[in-house]
């Protein structure tokens, strides 16, 4: 089974930016879609962006589109989210996540990473 282990979080203060790096234990994993989730404490997790396996077609949550970029790099066996101009409602742990469709519910998607801390100060 796919293994993923996200990179990348950290504090960045307000307009600033971030990337996050999801890694895949396996080649399979160019199989996948790829979608990255957030939690916010006391929220529950949302989705925040999602990335086709067949031809890399990308869907962003209404927050962060303009802002966010995913992408996946199946060589590498990683998916990427860059994330810019970064509001302090974006501080959550961000979590990578396979699926077999690229669908906005996290029921969906049987594998996930252990999460990332990503934290935006105002």
């Known amino acids: 089974q796919v293994q993923l282990v996200e990179s990348g979080g950290g504090l960045v203060q307000a307009g600033g930016s971030l990337r996050l790096s999801c890694a895949a234990s396996?080649?399979?994993?160019?199989?996948?879609?790829m979608a990255w989730f957030r939690q916010a404490p006391g929220k529950e997790r949302e989705f925040v962006a999602a990335?086709?396996?067949?031809?890399?077609?990308?869907y962003y949550v209404d927050s962060v589109k303009g802002r966010f970029t995913i992408s996946r790099d199946n060589a590498k066996n990683t998916v990427s989210l860059q994330m810019n101009s970064l509001k302090p409602e974006d501080t959550a742990v961000y979590y990578c996540?396979?699926?077999?469709?690229?669908?906005?519910?996290?029921?969906?998607?049987?594998?996930w990473g252990q999460g990332t801390q990503v934290t935006v100060s105002s």
């Open positions: 396996r080649r399979t994993f160019m199989r996948y879609s």
């Open positions: 990335i086709n396996w067949s031809d890399s077609s990308t």
């Open positions: 996540a396979a699926g077999n469709s690229m669908v906005t519910t996290t029921s969906q998607y049987d594998i």
